[in-house]
């Protein structure tokens, strides 16, 4: 299953009906080369989630926590994580629970230390238009799928 997305805008208008349909406990990987539009997807998701602020790229941080009403939400970036085992030192698994969502970039960056997402979407940029793949989908994360305009 994939979307074609041609402008960052209407990527993040898909990323926040994702967000919309998104519940507590969630977990989304999000892969793709540089550019392919992780990022903005994450801000439209986070968007839809609840979150009314600013987003800003965990790329130096690893991690940017922001409250909703909704409860917590995680945005991590791993693509500068020098050792998967980097972590269990920042406590990656205490992020985890049925009260927050986490959207997690770069997972492959920890393949084989992370648990199965409910979603795992891959983005590349198909000119003109930026293209979601769907690589992975539990129940949960197939109910929270956009339809295919």
């Known amino acids: 299953m994939h979307w074609d997305i041609p ?33 903005t997807l994450a801000s439209g998701i986070l968007a839809g989630y609840g979150h009314a602020g600013r987003t800003k790229s965990p790329t130096y941080t690893l991690v940017e926590s922001y409250e909703t009403a909704r409860g917590p939400a995680y945005h991590f970036d791993l693509y500068r994580l020098e050792d998967p085992e ?27 230390l992370l648990p199965a997402p ?23 994360g197939r109910a929270c799928l956009p339809g295919d305009d």
């Open 86 to 112: 980097e972590l269990d030192m920042m406590g990656f698994r205490d992020y985890l629970s049925s009260q927050s969502l986490c959207l997690v970039e770069w997972p492959e960056r920890a393949a084989g």
């Open 7 to 39: 402008s960052p805008e209407l990527m993040r208008e898909w990323g926040k009906t994702l967000g919309q349909a998104l519940k507590p406990g969630t977990l989304v990987y999000l892969s793709g080369d540089l550019g392919a539009g992780k990022t």
């Open 118 to 140: 409910d979603l795992h979407l891959s983005l590349e940029l198909c000119l003109p238009d930026h293209r979601i793949t769907l690589f992975h989908a539990s129940e949960r």
